[in-house]
């Protein structure tokens, strides 16, 4: 499976971005797609995730309200549109891919459970 995201870019403090994850090879209806983040120094944070097979979605505290995570089935690609965008969110966005065994696993935040990754695209949110 290969993860090729896009969408990364400079905006100012209560702008919008739209991330883009698109998904190619061995994937399946029982994945799940989540986006994460990273700054230098820090670990890697939990963004969203969404289970492909009926559209279920998982946000972290801090981006509910201001992040929306979504699929497009015929594209096979993955959204995070971003809104009100704070100079906190600046880092390096990667989304990531986690096979399932069954199609009612329930998402999870856990770095560690998603198998596949792609390269990262960078935002920077100007003050």
């Known amino acids: 499976v290969q993860l090729q995201a896009c969408g990364g870019g400079l905006v100012q403090a209560g702008g919008s971005l739209k991330l883009s994850c698109a998904a190619s090879?061995?994937?399946?209806?029982?994945?799940?797609m989540g986006w994460f983040r990273q700054v230098p120094g820090k670990e890697r944070e939990f963004v969203a995730a969404?289970?492909?097979?009926?559209?279920?979605?998982y946000y972290a505290d801090s981006m509910k309200g201001r992040f929306s995570i979504s699929k497009d089935d015929a594209k096979n690609t993955v959204t995070l549109q971003m809104n009100n965008l704070k100079p906190d969110d600046t880092a390096l966005y990667y989304c990531?891919?986690?096979?399932?065994?069954?199609?009612?696993?329930?998402?999870?935040?856990?770095?560690?459970?998603?198998?596949?990754w792609g390269q990262g695209t960078l935002v920077t949110v100007s003050s």
């Open positions: 990531a891919g986690r096979p399932t065994a069954s199609f009612r696993v329930t998402l999870t935040k856990e770095v560690n459970a998603y198998r596949y």
């Open positions: 090879g061995r994937t399946s209806s029982k994945y799940h």
């Open positions: 969404i289970r492909w097979y009926d559209g279920d979605t």
